[in-house]
């Protein structure tokens, strides 16, 4: 198997096993604080021993020494975990996953703001395609019963937080942040320990909170991995596939409908940037 083969199975890899990280946030019977606990906590913990295993700490102390940018990406990193966990309690998964593809779109602007890098006309017509779609998704969540728009602006909200998070570290890009990821996600646990009761699910349910660290551990491992082997436009392509895919997962598993409306402004989104991603692949191609 060549290098861009392997990046291709290990990028989908990665994105197949973070699918059912809604569909865990929905079986787990808990308060959404206990939740983002154990959600931070337990796949944190994952990703710490299994860094400490293969690289010891040189990896955390050039984490550490990377200073506002680093410090910047794990405060927006571990915010998501209680982010994603309120999006997911308050709106329809289908929502929270379509929203969640727009994060392109917030990179880009604050690519320009805070990085000077200019705004394609490809990506202007993205953006207000996007936009459209996003309009059509908030619309929907008036008409659904288990849509609400305040679960919608914790998923604008994460895909923001992820977008900026990356774009801080752009300028520390020869430094490895994956250490920087346990760090977030334990914080942000331990941050929640007042707000949470973390030992009342645990009993009962310690399979479900443990998968479902296990599930985010893998996912970030093969999500950090690829992409080194594969264009970031194919890694954008292989992304959209959570949007597709959790939604139909939910819907089979708990029998969530996520209602008309937000398949459709879901479909323009996608659809929107799946055009995006295929020009800039053709054209690569072409230039090659």
Known sequence: MNTHAKGLLITTLGVLFVVPDSLFVRLIEAEPMTVAFWRGMSSGMLILIGLLVVQGTSGFRAV??????????MVLIGSTTVGFVLAITHTSVANVVFIFASMPIFA?????VFLGEPIRRRMVMTMLAVAAGLSIIAYGSGASEIAHWSGDLFALYVAFAYAAALTAVRKVRDISMIPAIPIAYITSAVVLIPFSAPLEPLAQQWHLLLGHGAFIAIATCFLTLGPRYISTTEVSLLILLESVLAPILVWGVVAEDPGIWAL????????????SNLIVLMRGRNRA
């Open 108 to 112: 880009a602007i604050l690519s320009r």
């Open 264 to 275: 459709i402004g879901g479909a323009v989104v996608i659809c929107a940037l799946l055009i």
């Open 64 to 73: 550490l020494q990377t200073g506002r940018p680093g410090l910047i990406y």
